[in-house]
């Protein structure tokens, strides 16, 4: 028999004859071994850790005291030596380790987990960003920025920065899904969006507790760039509820406000517009425009602030009629759009302006005559 076959059988027993109390106990020094033998090329080898892990989740699901090993996995996690199939497993395992340890331990496994998170598969950057979001507020925050450095250094990977700054820009847009409307999709999200927050934020509390969690680590915490957590303050800004919203709006005034960064304004525009026109986006990556109110705070406080967003052609000229013909349209975005126009006609470039002028003047006159038309429809009626 394979040495590792035998060993294995002999755990197994183990933890089948161990009670409850010392279950604990067991897991700590065998788990992770455990786990290790996923590595072997001998397919009854891996069909037995298959065995005992099922073992394990039977034993441990009703027994929510019972910790499990988080050091351990997640220096195996994090190893370079694990696979992909490991890593398919030790993540659901460090998971549930992370859930029932203490919160000192969970805070000080938050820098490990995301060192490094834009290597792993989607589906893992999700269940880890749950876990560090769980303790976000929590973490003690050095106040110079070589200590900041030093203990967060995910913060200065470009790539571990995206993932983990866009799924937070994703939760604070989330809204909580009403029953009678299943098929919903918050404005600013898209389908799969969405679901990534949902699958383990089902209630309005729980959300709402990790978007404040959230807040105050990027606003107060100052780890990331003003640039990098404007768009996330600016969102919370326009949340429904007043919390989040008034977080959000302290935020904004402890940042610079950096309108002349093409990724701040590049991010805007597309939280005002979407992108479900573009065909060559899958439908459940299609993102939904912000709601009407946000984006008249987005034209009034942010855009007519912008050169940049001046120059933004061609959103800048799609804004503009989407708030002047849109579905949506009032007399509000109406207004806010009158407003971006000015501040277009006074900052745009000539060649800018070559291209929008006549475009912009077309949809002026169509505007003026429709509300006339309006004016003489009203006065007629009221002649009758």
Known sequence: MDPDLELLERVLMRLAIAENDQLEKQLNSLLVPVLSKLLSGNEQVRAKVLEILGHINKRVKPLPQVQLPLKGLLEQYTSPDSTAFLLNFSVIYLDMAFGRASVEDR???????????????????????????????????????????????????????????????????ATPQDP??????????????????????????LLRARKLGVLEFLAKGRVFSDAQILPHLIVASCDNHHLVQRQGEDGIKRVRLLLEDKQVIQTLFLLFQGNSADTTIAKEDKKQPVNPQFK????????????????????????????????????????????????????ASDDQLKMMAPIILSGLL????????????STGIDSL
């Open 180 to 205: 009678k409307e299943p098929e919903y999709v918050p404005p600013g999200m898209s389908i799969k969006s969405y679901k990534r927050i949902l699958q383990r934020l089902p209630n309005a509390d």
């Open 107 to 173: 805070v000080d496994a938050v820098p490990s987990l995301l060192n490094g998170i834009s290597s792993k598969p989607s589906n893992q950057q999700d269940t880890i960003m749950h876990m560090v979001t769980s303790v976000i507020e929590k973490i003690p925050v050095p106040n110079k920025d070589e200590d900041k450095e030093l203990k967060f250094p995910f913060a200065k990977n470009p790539a571990d920065s995206i993932v983990i700054l866009d799924f937070w820009l994703v939760l604070l847009l």
């Open 296 to 347: 008249i705070k987005l034209l009034l406080n942010y855009f007519t602030r912008s050169v940049i967003a001046a120059n933004y052609f061609p959103n800048s000229l799609q804004v503009i009629f989407d708030c002047v013909y849109g579905q949506d349209s009032t007399l509000k975005s109406k207004q806010a759009a009158m407003s971006f126009v000015h501040w277009v006609f006074r900052q």
């Open 366 to 377: 169509k505007l003026l005559n429709q509300l006339r038309e309006q004016k003489d429809t």
